[in-house]
């Protein structure tokens, strides 16, 4: 069992197949040492867990929980890209899009659940990260929470 597996399994969580794309698009793509992953949605065995705006329809808490989710996803697409998580060297950069009620100003929050998971994973030496949280109108499947990441991998 590779180091990242077994922190996974730690931790309860595995990483699931890789999400179909619902566009014209690839999961991931390589330019150099880096991974550029699509938005990934929190999707579980291919549904949503929830839809709506955060504020209005999903807590932020449940929305952080989902952002861990879009994680898992964007880490197996990742995987399917290089093979190995344990080749990632450093999580680069987190861009995440939280589908927000008007009044909602809690992005960063909810981001926290994706930031938070990747230091649990890989710890802080390669876990930290960069990070953008963008709140937006809509996201694709009225999903309320979609990250993408950047990783450089050896």
């Not at 649990?120 to 109108?137: C, K, L, N, Y």
């Amino acid at each position: 069992m590779s180091r990242i597996d077994a922190r996974l399994a730690e931790l309860g969580l595995s990483i699931p197949a890789v999400a179909k794309p619902v566009a014209a698009y690839v999961p991931a793509s390589i330019s150099g040492h880096l991974v550029f992953t699509a938005g990934q949605l929190p999707f579980v065995e291919g549904a949503l867990p929830a839809t709506g705006k955060v504020g209005a329809e999903v807590t932020a808490e449940d929305a952080a929980r989902y952002a861990g989710l879009c994680v898992l996803n964007a880490l197996a697409a990742v995987q399917g890209v290089i093979g190995s998580l344990d080749r990632i060297t450093r999580i680069v950069k987190v861009t995440g899009f939280v589908a927000s009620s008007p009044d909602f100003t809690g992005q960063p929050v909810v981001l926290n659940g994706a930031s938070t998971l990747l230091g649990e994973i890989f710890g802080d030496e390669i876990g930290t990260h960069a990070r953008s949280a963008v709140g937006v109108a809509v996201l694709p499947l009225d999903s309320p929470v979609e990250v993408e990441l950047i990783v450089e991998f050896a």
